[in-house]
């Protein structure tokens, strides 16, 4: 069982519409949630984190997260065409900073 | 906002040879990272460097893979034999603390091993 799962998409939305992604994870003991996007051929930018149950909202980012259900999901409001890129759902189990990053979801928003 | 620079952006190399990728981290940062991108694959931890000293490594990070903190701005990350298989995106990340803390990220460096 991957660590960090992702559906690899392409996830394709209408220019205004809410885009939802997911992600699952394996390990109970995760304790930090990330969600970063990334550019083609670009560095990991952070969006989001999350670190207890329920919703972060972050302008129109808003992070869930189940840790009974190890789910992460996030939820972009009104997409613009330059959200389009692909979004890295990473987790952390313990006071480190190694991340365990899922394969990520390529999102295509379409004018 | 201050940014972790790399250098240099593309790197090509034959096989067998030794590369040396830089960083300068940001400068009030005290944790360091690198992390490897194979193309089309995911982000992978390699190895983090606090105090001069390496505090956790992934099983990728090897004995043909070392960091150095040569001074006090540059984070180097050698690999003393390359094989294709190291051909990769290699990013540098920093961080003020630990446990949670923002990890700000490199642009990279594109090795190529032929």
């Known amino acids: 069982q991957k660590e960090v799962e992702q559906n690899s998409g392409p996830l394709s939305v209408p220019e205004g519409a809410i885009a939802s992604l997911n992600c699952t994870y394996s390990?109970?003991?995760?304790?930090?949630f990330f969600w970063y996007r990334q550019y083609s051929g670009k560095s990991p930018e952070l969006i989001m984190s999350i670190y207890s149950n329920g919703d972060k909202e972050d302008g129109r980012f808003t992070a869930q997260l189940n840790k009974a259900s190890q789910y992460v999901s996030l939820l972009i409001r009104d997409s613009q065409p330059s959200d389009s890129a692909t979004y890295l759902c990473a987790v952390n189990r313990d006071a480190t900073n190694k991340l365990i990053f899922g394969t990520g979801t390529l999102l295509a928003v379409q004018p | 906002e201050p940014e972790v620079t790399q250098t240099p952006s593309h790197q090509v190399t034959q096989m067998g040879q030794e590369v040396i990728l830089r960083c300068v981290p940001i400068?009030?940062?005290?944790?360091f990272y690198w992390y490897r991108q194979i193309l089309g694959q995911k982000v992978e931890f390699l190895v983090s460097?606090?105090?001069?000293?390496?505090?956790?490594k992934s099983e990728i990070f090897d004995d043909q893979f070392s960091v150095e903190r040569p001074d006090g701005s540059n984070f180097t990350l050698k690999i003393r034999s390359t094989k294709l298989e190291d051909s990769a995106m290699y990013f540098c990340?920093?961080?003020?603390?630990?446990?949670?803390?923002?990890?700000?990220f490199g642009s990279g460096t594109q090795l190529s091993v032929l």
């Open positions: 990340a920093s961080s003020v603390g630990v446990a949670n803390e923002k990890l700000f």
């Open positions: 390990d109970r003991g995760s304790q930090s």
């Open positions: 460097f606090y105090n001069n000293e390496i505090s956790e």
């Open positions: 400068s009030n940062h005290l944790y």
